[in-house]
């Protein structure tokens, strides 16, 4: 563990900004003002014309938000306070990105006027007051468009470091800041992902697919691979503005994991940032469910394809440095109806039932039909079958098999990973929250095990 907690000096004056973006923007600008050839850019005019008006700065802060005025004042004076504290004489903006109701969060940045938060924290005013801007971006609904105007503002501003931050945010602090900007300014990182003290059920699409993935296939160990906080270097954003995701579902859901795989594959220096418990707005894994499962899985698998060449060169994982002080917080409890998700599993077998016999291997489905009659007290999914069944999905989202589209294909995967997630359950029930972590490494390791079956299936005409 490397702790990462010093303060520095640097030699520009700060200036901070504060812009709101909100969703439905009137004006589509020139083929000249889009990044890539294939998409327009997603900052209105009033907002370019202000961001011309700035000319520079050092660091962005993004806050993309959908219908979070009741948390995202606690982000920005973070946000504020973090800046003013560990980057003094750095020139920085706040921009946030929000697709919701503007007036409500025009309404809770009128109340943060009086700066009253510094006084409270006994750190210094920046000696440029803070500027408040309401308005729009231009393209998709969705959390990309909304990053996407965040990294255009950041390339127009040529900025040297950026972070992104979640808007319901309640565990917050003015050190998130630091943790996710320094590795960058000091260290020469490309990406910093987060590394959470989560609840053992909180995020079960990243426990059961996307981390475990990630360390199979790509052989880096990063724990919160669609984390929604993050550090990004001015290379990076280059990078992802080139690419023709921004109009297509990647846009949406798909946008974390995204990011973390190209700055992988891409080969931009990788780390992690201990940022403690993660509190936000909870979601049982089992209630709210579509369309993010189905945008992430959808996107993981594609990826797949794009950077094959990478992956199946892989072999072997390797870990990937953590900045920060790792100290133990109690997360919030988070309830699962496993029993709603075994009725979900067991209700929809027979409808999905034709496509689970063209997408999985025979003995994976004979697997999943046994498991199907198996009482919820004794209900198990074992890890390997699970492993071998989302690689099956994989193979088939590739190959596209005749008679199934790719919805039906990754509709049909819904109903395993319910079953995958009520396994867990009750298998880590009484178990905490770090009993519970190494649960997940070891399947990790079984996914790294098995990844030979992946490779022998994925070229085979």
């Known amino acids: 563990m490397i702790n990462f907690c010093s303060e520095v000096e640097f030699l520009f004056k700060e200036r901070i900004v504060l812009i709101f973006i909100t969703e439905k923007g009137d004006t589509i600008l020139n083929q000249r003002d889009s990044v890539s050839a294939n ?18 700065a050092d660091i962005i802060v993004g806050i993309p938000s959908y219908n979070n005025a009741g948390t995202i004042s606690r982000v920005i004076k973070a946000a504020e306070l973090g800046l003013a504290k560990y980057f003094p004489q750095h020139r920085g903006v706040i921009l946030v990105s929000e697709g919701g109701d503007i007036d409500a969060t025009r309404h809770t940045i ?18 440029v007051e803070t500027g408040i801007l309401a308005t729009r971006y231009n393209g998709p609904s969705g959390k990309g468009t909304a990053i996407k105007a965040i990294f255009e503002a950041a390339k127009m501003l040529d900025v040297k470091a950026g972070c992104m931050l979640d808007s319901d945010l309640r565990s917050i602090s003015p050190g998130w800041i630091e943790l996710l900007i320094a590795p960058i300014l000091q260290k020469d990182f490309g990406f910093v992902t987060p590394y959470y003290c989560r609840h053992k059920y909180d995020g079960t699409i990243t426990n059961m697919i ?36 921004w109009e297509s579902d990647i846009a949406r859901f798909g946008i974390d994991i995204w990011m973390t795989t190209v700055a992988i594959c891409e080969q931009f220096t990788i780390c992690q940032s201990y940022l403690g418990s993660k509190i936000h707005d909870d979601k049982d894994p089992g209630k709210d469910l579509s369309p993010m499962f189905k945008q992430v899985v959808g996107t993981i698998f594609n990826l797949m394809d794009i950077y094959s ?13 953590i900045f920060g002080f790792e100290s133990e917080f109690a997360p919030n409890p988070l309830h699962v109806d496993v ?3 075994i009725r979900k599993f067991k209700d929809n077998v027979q409808e999905h039932l034709p496509v689970w016999e063209k997408v999985l291997e025979a003995e994976n489905c004979r697997k999943i039909l046994e498991v199907a009659k198996m009482e919820p007290s004794h ?17 088939a989202y590739k190959k596209q098999l005749d008679g199934l589209s790719l919805n039906q294909i990754i509709d049909a995967l819904v109903p395993i990973y319910y079953a995958k997630v009520a396994s867990f359950v009750s298998k880590t029930i009484n178990l905490d929250s770090p009993e519970a972590e190494e649960v997940i490494n070891e399947q990790c390791i079984v996914f790294e095990k098995l990844k030979p079956y992946l490779l022998e299936r994925w070229n085979e005409k």
């Open 39 to 56: 998409s327009p850019s997603a900052i209105d005019d009033t907002t370019r014309q202000d961001l011309i008006s700035l000319q520079s």
């Open 309 to 321: 060449d990478i992956w199946l060169k892989v072999k072997g994982s390797k870990p990937t440095a």
């Open 110 to 127: 009128e109340s943060l006027k009086d700066k009253h938060y510094f006084d409270n924290s006994f750190i210094h005013r920046p000696s």
């Open 339 to 341: 029993t709603n998700m």
């Open 379 to 395: 209900f198990e999914l074992p890890v390997e079958v699970w492993i071998r069944c989302l690689f099956d999905f994989a193979l």
């Open 210 to 245: 996307a981390y475990p993935l990630t360390w199979s296939l790509y052989g880096r160990r990063v724990r919160q691979p669609i984390g929604g906080d993050f550090g990004f270097s001015k290379g990076l954003i280059e990078s992802l503005l080139s690419k023709d995701v």
